[in-house]
């Protein structure tokens, strides 16, 4: 049974850094996509970046690109968000999610795998 766990999350002002762990465990085989996704009070659940952890490439939304970064330790079976120059609107709970093959890298729909959340709060 996949199984994915995150951790890191806490409250830091405007300007500061975080990172997000997310351990993915119970894959067999096969390449996988990781996402993190965050959901802020009132709005709608979003992507904010993705990888394929088997050729390594990446995304990003572009609220975040130049400030957020994902990346895998492959050993560890981790998925990292380092997220540097956090704003307010960063503010929001986050999830990673894990998917087979999603059509699209930022739709919750496709990803069938989440773990428990972390909340990052961002002050001014």
């Known amino acids: 049974q996949v199984r994915l766990v995150e951790s890191g999350g806490g409250s830091v002002q405007a300007g500061g850094s975080l990172r997000l762990s997310c351990v993915v465990s119970g894959y067999t085989s096969g390449t996988r996509y990781v996402a993190w996704l965050r959901h802020a009070p009132g709005k709608q659940r979003e992507g904010v970046a993705a990888?394929?952890?088997?050729?390594?490439?990446?995304w990003y939304t572009n609220s975040v690109k130049g400030r957020f970064t994902i990346s895998q330790d492959i050993a560890k079976n981790t998925v990292y968000l380092q997220m540097n120059s956090l704003k307010p609107e960063d503010t929001a709970m986050y999830y990673c999610?894990?998917?087979?093959?999603?059509?699209?890298?930022?739709?919750?729909?496709?990803?069938?795998?989440w773990g428990q959340g972390t909340q990052v709060t961002v002050s001014s």
């Open positions: 990888m394929n952890t088997g050729g390594s490439r990446t």
């Open positions: 999610a894990a998917a087979k093959v999603p059509y699209n890298v930022f739709n919750q729909y496709d990803y069938n795998h």
